[in-house]
């Protein structure tokens, strides 16, 4: 029998990887994503955890703090737009680990800073690293996810990101009492550079970027294919040749041609809608999370109540992406947003009603933030994957993703302008729920308008 009649006809890269069943291989990636974006939420949610004691520390109003906070989210607004565009050159693979080893390294530097000055300069270093981190991770999660899981499995990964969050503030609390706020960005640090070290050695580069980029890669194609199908019972009637790489690569330069797609063929109010989303609900998250501890300390609870608060809201979002990855499978995500918000805005009222009056009440308040705000942002990442088709998914998730980031940098700026305007915690606090209106708008055009024809 001759080997055009043994094998099947050659299929494309995506069809290809959607058609394999969820292996080993594919959870050692997943894994290595995961453990990439603990590091990453660990380490974007530093400063929020050694404010208290940094004020004291280096003797700063706390007004002061809003554009340290927002130095480093500046920095991931530059590394989401601009930095992520070398992962499509040289590969998704070494942009994750330069991107974990850079932060790493400058993390550790950042314990060394004596001034207001110099800990803005380095936050603002470390931010260009954790721009790239996100996006990157979640591309090469969606490559290699099989299409009927990919939306489930992008979702989940931002677990990760919530994980190290929570982690990082339960961690903070035990250090700082003991090693100081320094000792928060050494440990933070050195676990980044050895996580690297892992990743070098384990994570593998994406298939699609492989097939996708000309210039002798088709052996490595091949072979990745192979690994990745290597516990299929079908694996040994599947093959990839030049044909199916040449279209890969057409497919990836009809992508790169720019954002400009996103505006065309009826998608303009679907990626307008998109960016508003990001930059609402990221403006709410990155002010709770940087702003959280000091204004509890400031309501006249002690620093390490204040601290636990944080974790508490943190970890209110591990639940909550579970739970919505589950429900996305049944109900419209939009829908499931939409209600997942307002309760998020209802939530961060009752914070304004209660914090100076039940501490118990308080915390159950804060985890329902948490679980709307920080866990409704796994659902607003995966929307990218329901709004626009495959080739040009990444461009429009990476965008929306890059926009919001400005609602990243204004969070925390809003937090410091309003305490400084005499708003009072509580008033500050009323208008985080005000800003949550905004998420909602954008999700019924994008659930009930002409935007929600437009999913995918």
Same mark, same amino acid.
């Given at each position: ?88 050159? #040289? ?6 680990? &330069?991107?974990? !080893?850079?932060? *790493? =390294?400058?993390?550790?530097? +950042? /314990?060394? %800073? ?60 035990? #250090? ?6 320094? &000792?928060?960005? !050494?440990?933070? *640090? =050195?676990?980044?550079?050895? +996580? /690297?070290? %892992? ?258």
């Amino acid at each position: 029998m001759s080997m055009s009649q043994t094998l099947p006809e050659p299929i494309g890269i995506q069809a290809f990887v959607d058609a394999q069943a969820l292996n080993r291989y594919h959870w050692r990636v997943f894994g290595l994503c995961a453990l990439c974006l603990m590091f990453d939420g660990f380490d974007a949610q530093a400063m929020g955890y050694v404010a208290p004691a940094l004020r004291e520390s280096l003797g700063l109003a706390a007004s002061s703090l809003g554009p340290i906070f927002s130095a480093s989210l500046f920095g991931m607004l530059i590394g989401a737009l601009g930095l992520g565009i070398l992962a499509d050159r #040289i590969g998704r693979r070494p942009v994750l680990i &330069g991107a974990l !080893a850079f932060c *790493g =390294a400058v993390m550790c530097a +950042t /314990a060394y %800073v004596e001034t207001a000055h110099q800990l803005l300069a380095m936050r603002f270093i470390t931010g260009l690293g954790l721009g790239t981190l996100l996006p990157t991770a979640l591309a090469m999660t969606s490559e290699f996810s099989p299409g009927r899981n990919r939306a489930t499995i992008t979702m989940l990964m931002s677990l990760g990101f919530v994980s190290g969050a929570a982690i990082g503030g339960a961690i903070a609390s035990y #250090i700082i009492p003991h090693l100081g706020w320094q &000792g928060v960005f !050494a440990l933070a *640090g =050195a676990a980044s550079l050895v +996580t /690297a070290l %892992v990743m070098w050695r384990w994570m593998p580069e994406s298939i699609q970027f492989l097939a996708a980029t000309e210039g002798g890669r088709f052996k490595r194609t091949t072979q990745a294919a192979r690994a990745l199908s290597r516990n299929d019972a079908l694996a040994e009637q599947t093959w990839i040749n030049e044909k199916s790489v040449a279209g890969a690569v057409a497919a990836a330069a009809q992508n790169r041609r720019g954002w400009s797609q996103l505006f065309r063929n009826g998608y303009t109010v679907t990626t307008l809608m998109l960016w508003l989303l990001n930059f609402a609900n990221l403006l709410d998250l990155y002010f709770l999370s940087n702003w959280l501890p000091t204004l509890l300390k400031e309501s006249g609870l002690p620093l390490k109540t204040a601290m636990i608060g944080s974790a508490v809201l943190q970890s209110g979002g591990i639940p909550a992406t579970i739970l919505l990855s589950l429900l996305s499978k049944r109900i419209k995500l939009t829908h499931l947003l939409i209600g997942n918000f307002i309760i998020g805005a209802i939530a961060m009222t009752v914070i304004g009603i209660v914090v100076k009056s039940s501490v118990p009440l308080l915390f159950v308040a804060i985890f329902f933030a948490g679980f709307c705000v920080v866990g409704g942002q796994s659902g607003v990442n995966a929307m990218g994957a329901y709004c626009y088709p495959t080739p040009m998914r990444t461009t429009g998730m990476g965008w929306a993703n890059g926009i919001g980031r400005f609602g990243s940098v204004a969070g925390p700026i809003v937090g410091g302008a309003l305490l400084a305007l005499d708003w009072g915690v509580q008033t500050v606090f009323f208008g985080a729920a005000l800003a949550g209106l905004f998420a909602i708008t954008a999700l019924f055009f994008l659930g009930f308008g002409r935007a929600g024809v437009r999913q995918q």
